[in-house]
DNA sequence: ATGCTTGCAAAACGTTTGCACAGGG
DNA sequence: CCCTGTGCAAACGTTTTGCAAGCAT
């Protein structure tokens, strides 16, 4: 039932990288792209400490300053979604050629769900059209208990306050 | 156009906590009840700073650690909503009797605009009904830019990955 | 050659926790 | 009375920043 991650193809996210950072005048170096690289490797979720990590494996040591700094510039070219599924950490996501989805979190196990609707995307067409907001993006986000959850634990009430 | 806050009695509010607490087993101390009369006076949304500050003002003096303790007591007890606007800090609200609300960011000026649509709610329960999730809440956020900002601002594209 | 980028380390930030004492049940 | 709750400060983990050196343009 959960969306099949249609990953990105690299070289064109590489391209559409360059082209993005030319047309801002940032600069092309190395070490943003290998952050790209390890990037268009991951599947799922990760959180900056992923990347680092991975590119301490690497051939050149790439610091976390800089994966920091980089990965806002993933996000803002559209290769990177920004994710958060808890306030302890920032998450990403592969943006998978802007297909829109959201996330469905269980409380006990921690597992996301994916999903995609056309009619969030019209239902959140028609509120912002009632309050004349222009919308560029949102965030749907259940949480609830997944169903292998929701036989294990029949008590609906867990981790109060995270919904 | 946007919800008309009909706080809850404070009154109310403080027998509902006390009953909470009583039935936890947690003792009813007089922090707990100070951290409780602050939030009820603060109007909109706030942060656990907020609380804080607001106390040092206060006859005793209560500990950022008790506050930080007692709003997941007030979230739990159904008091306070837990509302995630960006992912440097948590900010909360008076649940109003739970009556259930989204909202809208302004990127450009922070504005938050409020909405309440029943479409929300019936379109999470189909949604979870479909993935077989159990549904307990939901967080459903717009960003762009509000009427004003529209104006002030032609260009829609303005803080980069805070969709 | 210029000045944006880098890595490192250290700061900053909100939040959590360890502790000895206070206070509610 | 006991055990939980409290305040303080120090710890925590993620993210940000200051800096001198590096490198793309």
């Excluded at 056309?118 to 993006?137: K, P």
């Excluded at 965030?139 to 029949?154: H, K, N, T, V």
Aim: glycine content about 8%; charged content about 30%.
């Amino acid at each position: 039932m959960s969306i099949r991650p249609n990953k990105p193809d690299p070289d064109e996210s590489r391209e559409a990288f360059r082209r993005y950072l030319r047309s801002r005048h940032i600069k092309d170096t190395s070490a943003r792209r290998e952050v790209l690289d390890v990037v268009l490797g991951l599947k799922g979720h990760f959180q900056a400490d992923d990347v680092t990590d991975l590119l301490k494996g690497g051939s050149r040591t790439v610091g976390k300053a800089t994966v920091y700094r980089t990965l806002p510039l993933l996000v803002d070219c559209g290769i990177l979604k920004r994710v958060h599924f808890d306030m302890k950490r920032a998450h990403f996501e592969l943006a998978r050629g802007g297909e829109p989805h959201d996330h469905m979190v269980c409380r006990r196990c921690g597992r996301i769900v994916e999903f995609a609707s056309d009619e969030v995307l019209e239902l959140r067409g028609r509120i912002a059209r009632e309050h004349h907001f222009h919308v560029i993006g949102h965030r749907f986000q259940l949480s609830g208990l997944c169903w292998e959850c929701s036989i294990a634990c029949p008590v609906a009430k867990i981790a109060p306050g995270s919904a």
